[in-house]
């Protein structure tokens, strides 16, 4: 499986980016879909995740910014963010628990990573 992520670049202080990341490859089903982000020199923070059932959890920072959205017969997940910051710099992941085959454990994806740099 293969998470191809789309939308980075560079936004000024209160705009707007929309990030994709499209899942390829044998899939059965995906458990949680997520967005993390990371600093340099720092781990990676959780964004924002959402389950199959359409539950939805966000860290403190995106809550009323970033909505996160699934596509279950795509297998894909965006983020949109608003309202951006400087502090919203940083490299942003996605993250997926993938089923190959019915029955069979999870693998856990992370995609390439995408550069948000928000700045004036």
């Known amino acids: 499986v293969q998470l191809m992520e789309s939308g980075g670049g560079l936004a000024q202080p209160g705009g707007s980016l929309r990030l994709s990341c499209a899942a390829s490859?044998?899939?059965?089903?995906?458990?949680?879909m997520a967005w993390y982000r990371q600093f340099p020199g720092k781990l990676r923070e959780l964004v924002a995740v959402?389950?199959?059932?359409?539950?939805?959890n966000y860290a403190d920072f995106a809550k009323g910014r970033f909505i996160i959205s699934r596509d279950n017969a795509k297998n894909t997940i965006d983020l949109q963010m608003i309202g951006l910051r400087p502090e919203d710099t940083a490299v942003y992941y996605c993250?997926?628990?993938?089923?190959?085959?019915?029955?069979?454990?999870?693998?856990?994806?992370w995609g390439q990573g995408t550069q948000v740099t928000v700045s004036s």
């Open positions: 993250y997926m628990g993938v089923v190959h085959r019915r029955g069979e454990n999870e693998y856990l994806y």
């Open positions: 959402e389950l199959p059932d359409g539950a939805t």
């Open positions: 490859g044998t899939i059965f089903a995906i458990n949680q």
